[in-house]
């Protein structure tokens, strides 16, 4: 069963930093794309980060470039965010998803769109307060 599973949320003051994790199973992240999102109560999804394990190559929204790192561990089939520098307004459920051909891996990576997906996490919650 295709599955990703994600973790590493919590409270964490204003300026603090957490590791997200999103882990795989059921295959092999080599050969996708791992998109990272988030989404508040009553906005719409919004793509913050994404790798291409094709190629390693990542990408990063206006909003969270600086303060977020994407990166993978091919041995534990999983794709980490570091999210530094929180603030409120990144006080929302951050999900994971995967693509895997060509065309979903340009709309995730370049446009930060989650088309043509295999597998979507149930997301973890971040809660930025002072």
């Known amino acids: 069963q295709v599955q990703l599973v994600e973790s590493g949320g919590g409270l964490v003051q204003p300026g603090g930093s957490l590791r997200l994790s999103c882990a795989a199973s059921g295959f092999t992240l080599d050969y996708y794309a791992i998109g990272w999102f988030r989404q508040a109560p009553g906005k719409e999804r919004e793509g913050v980060s994404c790798i291409n394990n094709n190629n390693g190559k990542t990408n990063y929204a206006d909003s969270v470039k600086g303060r977020f790192t994407i990166s993978k561990d091919n041995a534990k089939n999983t794709v980490y965010l570091q999210v530094n520098s929180l603030k409120h307004e990144d006080t929302v459920v951050y999900y994971c998803?995967?693509?895997?051909?060509?065309?979903?891996?340009?709309?995730?990576?370049?446009?930060?769109?989650?088309?043509?997906?295999?597998?979507w996490g149930k997301g973890t919650v971040v809660t930025v307060s002072s």
């Open positions: 998803a995967a693509v895997h051909d060509a065309l979903s891996v340009q709309a995730m990576c370049f446009e930060f769109r989650g088309v043509g997906t295999v597998a």
